[in-house]
């Protein structure tokens, strides 16, 4: 996997470091990406806009996903937070944001999931919240575990968070996994590695903060989220 | 000084997005019984034309007068504001259901009424953008910048078609990922003065 992984990184990066879709060591992608090229338009008006989410979708206990339960779930309590910004800079204020997980073990309360690794009754694995006035989400959780999938021989997925996020604009919209510094299965993993540009793998990645590590009590870590394509209102004047 | 950000990278929705993403009613944009509401249906297709059991589609669209809504709630929904959002998973025969209204034309566009698409899957590293278009606005679907500059073929991929359903009038609007028929995705980042011109430096005027 490793040569089939050296070898696709020696393609062209795609525009702003998201993975080529059709990323051969990553099995699924062979019937699943589009063989046309896509058309380029200009956005409508519709696709300028965003849904629209608020106090009533998302309940402050949402955000900590070691209470969605009578117990406490096994694992490494960790905090997790970050900034949702667009292109320019600017935050993405109260906008949703989504996360779903593996427990500590690397399984999913998922009936597709077939790793002979044990559920955690106190432990369901998906997370919401709205971005603040300053862009900024943040959940409680438990570190996920690293798991085996079936696209080769002895394939292991690094430790992940999947992340999901929506901006000013339809055009932003984006879904991706934020990793843990450190791990030794990252060049071993090809849906990490289909971002095959050095400097975008590292913003997949989140960086261990001592400041928002709470003590006594859970670790921290800090991640941005930047999101692509063109927002919702024009640009600052001031930042132009 | 420093430029404007780097993009996160796109990653997988994964096969395991079930207790994240989906929430219930979640292709119910607007309540059953609701007067004048369609059905939008369809099967998701990979490149052999097999089902694909674990994609999830967004819907984003204006409402009957045009307006595109503002008002939060697109999940939980109060039965009375139109949302405009619908997020369904596909089920294991590839298909999915939305119940929704027609929207109207956006006051101030050029373009023809369509509801906006996003399309998740395992297997997709990066999301697909698509539209639905409606047959009966034949004029305006004429005039629209996209469709009119698409070879009838592939703009017939955009266009939902007609077909019953039990709770009233419907449409099918089928999705296929890759080879014979597949459907127009779109490149929508081709807009920005705001990205092209700071990265590559040379965006357009
Ligand atoms: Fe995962």
Redesign the pocket.
């Known amino acids: 996997m490793t040569a089939a992984i050296r070898e696709a990184a020696t393609a062209p990066p795609q525009r702003g470091g998201h993975p080529d879709r059709a990323y051969a060591p990553y099995r699924s992608t062979a019937l699943r990406a589009p063989s046309q090229p896509l058309v380029v338009a200009s956005p409508s008006l519709v696709e300028r806009t965003a849904p629209v989410f608020g106090a009533a979708d998302v309940a402050p206990i949402d955000a900590d996903l070691t209470q969605h339960s009578t117990g406490e779930p096994l694992g490494e309590r960790i905090v997790v937070t970050g900034r949702v910004l667009d292109a320019a800079g600017r935050p993405v204020r109260h906008q949703l944001v989504e996360v779903w ?2 427990n500590a073990a690397g399984r ?1 309360r998922h009936d597709g999931d077939l790793h002979p690794a044990p559920l955690d009754p106190h432990f369901v694995g998906g997370g919401r919240c709205l971005t603040d006035d300053d862009g900024r989400y943040r959940f409680v959780t438990i570190k996920p575990g690293a798991y085996p999938w079936r696209n080769h021989h002895n394939a292991w ?1 690094p430790a ?1 968070i ?1 992340f999901s996020l929506f901006g000013t604009a339809f055009t932003q919209r984006l879904v991706t ?1 934020m990793y843990f510094p450190g791990d030794q299965l990252f060049a071993l993993d090809p849906i990490f590695s289909s971002v095959t540009d050095e400097k975008a793998q590292q913003r997949l990645i989140a960086r261990y903060d001592h400041d928002t590590t709470v003590a006594e009590w859970a670790l921290g870590y800090q991640w941005d989220i930047v999101l692509d394509g063109p927002g919702a209102t024009p640009p600052d004047p001031d930042e132009v | 000084m420093t430029g404007p950000p780097e993009p996160t990278p796109s990653q997988t929705v ?1 096969p ?1 997005f079930a207790f994240g993403l989906p929430f219930d009613g979640g292709g119910d944009v607007v309540p059953p019984g609701t007067a004048g509401a369609i059905s939008l249906h369809g099967t998701v297709r990979d490149g052999n034309g097999a089902p694909v059991p674990d994609a999830l589609l967004e819907f984003w669209q204006a409402g009957p007068d045009g307006r595109l809504p503002t008002r939060g709630g697109s999940m939980a929904r109060d039965g009375r504001t139109f949302t405009g959002f619908a997020r369904v998973p596909t089920d294991r025969a590839g298909d999915y259901t939305v119940r929704t209204l027609r929207p109207a034309p956006v006051a101030g566009s050029t373009e023809a009424p369509h509801l906006a698409v996003t399309v998740f899957a395992r297997g997709l590293l990066f999301h697909l953008f698509t539209r639905v278009y409606f047959p009966n606005h034949t004029e305006a679907n004429a005039a629209d910048p996209l469709l009119s500059s698409l070879p009838p073929e592939r703009a017939a991929t955009l266009i939902a078609v007609p077909d019953g359903w039990f709770g009233g009038p419907g449409y099918r609007f089928d999705i296929r990922m890759q080879g014979a028929g597949e459907t127009v995705f779109l490149d929508l980042t081709g807009d920005g003065a705001q990205r092209s011109s700071t990265i590559d430096g040379a965006g357009p005027a």
């Open positions: 997980q593996a999913y997925r992940h999947h996994q | 994964g395991f």
